[in-house]
């Protein structure tokens, strides 16, 4: 079972740009599909963005997808959310999950992390 940590959250204002790390530890992690989710206070977990074992494939959210970039260094265990052009409705708990399975399928993720706080201001 891999464990996942991340990190990088932090309290910043509408236009700026953060970037988010899942650090993950425990065998063979490098062969797990990777995702961000994140939950806004009051509404349900939502998708974010995917990236394959890989690093080559990768799937986004609409909400996002011209705004995130979901990446990853197998060498280091650590995938990456760069975010750009923060805005106050990106304002939630960001967490990283890992699954056995294809980008595309939001779904399955059997692994979480604890999650990260990200507030944007306007």
């Known amino acids: 079972q891999v464990q996942l940590v991340e990190s990088g959250g932090g309290l910043v204002q509408a236009g700026d740009s953060l970037r988010l790390s899942c650090a993950a530890s425990?065998?063979?992690?490098?062969?797990?599909?990777l995702g961000w989710f994140r939950q806004a206070p009051g509404k349900e977990r939502e998708f974010v963005a995917s990236?394959?074992?890989?690093?080559?494939?990768?799937y986004y959210a609409d909400s996002v997808k011209d705004r995130c970039t979901i990446s990853r260094d197998n060498a280091k265990n650590t995938g990456y959310l760069q975010m750009n052009n923060l805005k106050p409705e990106d304002t939630a708990v960001y967490y990283c999950?890992?699954?056995?399975?294809?980008?595309?399928?939001?779904?399955?993720?059997?692994?979480w992390g604890q999650g990260t706080q990200v507030t944007v201001s306007s």
């Open positions: 999950a890992a699954k056995l399975g294809l980008v595309n399928i939001t779904k399955g993720y059997k692994a």
């Open positions: 990236i394959g074992r890989n690093g080559f494939s990768t």
């Open positions: 425990g065998r063979n992690s490098f062969i797990y599909v």
